[in-house]
């Protein structure tokens, strides 16, 4: 059985890869999925990340993985073969496979380059199904560019990354964005029978995870310019006690290659419901999660802005210990 909340004692994780990331060409799907408030796309820069980034990048997961096996957990990789071309990355697993129970589910990805993107972590799931995808131009509303309020995706077909969902055992919460429409809640739902609650308003680029964590049954960390008051969020998740996120410290990106907000130092994976870890400069948010009885791991991790994701979005927790 998979993993089916955030914060039981994690005992097996895949961690991805930095080596061999790119920003793929941008056709329809990209462009407007991962840069919508983009104004001038000629400054958007494709192919190869330069490699002291993805080097850097490795190192940094190198230093995880230990940290990872010197807490008891089995670390498994996407594969290593040279000889089968990266698409987009394999740095963040969490993208692409939800996992709870007895699923694992290779989502319906709306950039069309990440299609297949699951496969490098396909041997590590042997019971993997892969949802149905749909990539025609339909799918895709141009009237989102500059407009936050106008998301990237319609309704004809559903689409999501798995990053746009956080579990709570039989309660999801999925993060209506420009990387997950309702259609996508609705056909998780209905494929699992799980409870898919729905947060919409708040965020539109794109995933969940710089938004809301979950720390323990009961208790989560907000971002405070998505999340102004619980109201906002679904049943059952307004009563929960919460940790509202201090200003994060910048670390910056490498030259123009801007991929997140500074809110992805919020990003933290739990290894246990007293143990987490997080980008080693974040230390207001350490000392706050510190108040609620969390120890915090502070590890390096100098490109989640310009790769695009923190030690949550870098890990898919396959087992935890109930």
Same mark, same amino acid.
């Given at each position: 059985?998979? #993993?089916? =909340?955030?914060?039981?004692? /994690? ?6 890869? #930095? ?19 983009? *104004? ?20 940094? /997961? ?54 297949? =993107? ?14 149905? @995808? ?6 895709? =509303? ?34 209506? *964005? ?12 209905? +494929?699992?029978?799980? =409870? ?29 310019? @998505? ?10 998740? @307004? *009563? ?49 999660? !510190? ?11 100098? +490109?989640?802005?310009? /790769? ?7 890990? !898919?927790?396959?087992? @935890?210990? *109930?």
């Amino acid at each position: 059985m998979y #993993a089916t =909340n955030e914060w039981d004692k /994690l005992t097996e994780v895949i961690v991805g890869r #930095a080596r061999g990331a790119r920003v793929p060409d941008l056709d329809l799907s990209m462009r407007l999925v991962n840069y919508a408030d983009v *104004s001038d796309e000629t400054t958007i820069k494709t192919g190869e990340y330069p490699e002291i980034v993805t080097q850097q990048a490795d190192e940094d /997961l190198e230093k995880f993985v230990g940290f990872l096996q010197g807490e008891d957990v089995k670390v498994l990789r996407p594969h290593n073969n040279p000889s089968i071309p990266v698409t987009y990355y394999d740095y963040c697993p969490r993208d692409i496979v939800f996992l709870h129970g007895k699923h694992a589910i290779a989502t319906p990805q709306p950039i069309r380059a990440r299609a297949y =993107n699951y496969q490098a972590i396909a041997h590590h799931l042997p019971d993997i199904v892969e949802a149905p @995808r749909y990539y025609a131009d339909d799918l895709y =509303n141009t009237a989102c560019l500059g407009d936050p309020d106008t998301l990237a995706l319609t309704e004809v077909a559903p689409a999501f990354d798995a990053a746009n969902c956080i579990r709570a055992n039989d309660d999801i919460l999925y993060l209506v *964005s420009n990387s997950g429409n309702v259609a996508g809640a609705n056909w998780l739902r209905e +494929h699992t029978g799980l =409870n898919v609650h729905l947060l919409e308003g708040v965020y539109s680029y794109m995933h969940i995870d710089s938004t809301v964590a979950f720390l323990r049954e009961g208790l989560m960390l907000l971002n405070p310019t @998505r999340i102004k008051d619980v109201s906002v969020l679904p049943e059952p998740f @307004r *009563s929960w006690d919460y940790i509202m996120c201090p200003e994060p410290i910048d670390i910056g990106y490498h030259g123009d290659y801007n991929n997140a907000s500074v809110w992805i130092n919020m990003n933290m994976l739990s290894i246990s419901p007293t143990l987490v870890a997080l980008e080693e400069n974040q230390t207001p948010l350490a000392d706050e999660l !510190a108040k609620w009885g969390i120890d915090v791991a502070l590890l390096p991790t100098r +490109h989640q802005r310009t /790769l695009g994701g923190g030690f949550h979005c870098v890990t !898919a927790d396959t087992r @935890r210990a *109930s």
